[in-house]
Structure formats: C-alpha cells, structure tokens
C-alpha cells in the first residue's frame, strides 16, 4: 500500500514562501515521476511541478521561477519550495506519484496553502 502524506502548507502573505513536503512510504526509486498538482475552488486540478528520478523538471508556466521541486531518494520524500507566491497561488495542493513499472498513480490527501493579507 503506497502512501503519500504532505505536509508544510498553511496561510502566508502574498510574497511570502511556503515549503510543502512529501513523504511517502517506502522508497521512492519505485516511482517516476513524481510531482504536485493543485486545485482551487470551483477549477478544474493543474500541474504545478513534475520531477522524474533523474532530476529532469518541468513546471506551469504560471510558476515558473517562483517555484522549485526537488527529491531527496535518501528521505524518501519531494519537497515543492514555493516563492514570491501570489493569491492566485491558494489552493489544496496534492502530491502525486507514477510506478515506474506497472504506471498506477498515487495521491496524497493534499494540503491548504492560503496566500492572503
């Protein structure tokens, strides 16, 4: 049984940063890619960040420069450092993973990030 658990997210005020974490239990070799995506009320889930197990990136044009992803194979976690963030940024923001055999998709129960003043 894969899971995903994220942490970090919160409110914070426009500019500010938040750092959202992804465990997952077991390790992460197993999956390729992994990333975030988002959803804020009444829209539709986006891609926010995507990383593969080589290190390759890939983000929304919207995030582009603001925000990094990045994965530590040794904690079996990936980490989405988010800068500079806008109130178009609020959203529940869900950690997502692909078997890199067998191609299932997991997903973590996501986390609030509010950015307002």
């Known amino acids: 049984q894969v899971q995903l658990v994220e942490s970090g997210g919160g409110l914070v005020q426009p500019g500010g940063s938040l750092r959202l974490s992804c465990a997952a239990s077991g390790s992460i070799s197993r999956f390729n890619p992994m990333g975030w995506y988002r959803q804020a009320p009444g829209k539709q889930r986006e891609l926010v960040a995507v990383?593969?197990?080589?290190?390759?990136?890939n983000f929304a044009e919207s995030v582009k420069g603001r925000f990094t992803i990045s994965r530590d194979n040794a904690k079996n976690t990936v980490s989405l450092q988010m800068n500079s963030l806008k109130p178009e940024d609020t959203a529940v923001y869900y950690c997502?993973?692909?078997?890199?055999?067998?191609?299932?998709?997991?997903w973590g129960q996501g986390t609030q990030v509010t950015v307002s003043s």
């Open positions: 990383i593969s197990s080589g290190g390759g990136t």
């Open positions: 997502y993973a692909v078997g890199a055999v067998a191609r299932n998709a997991y």
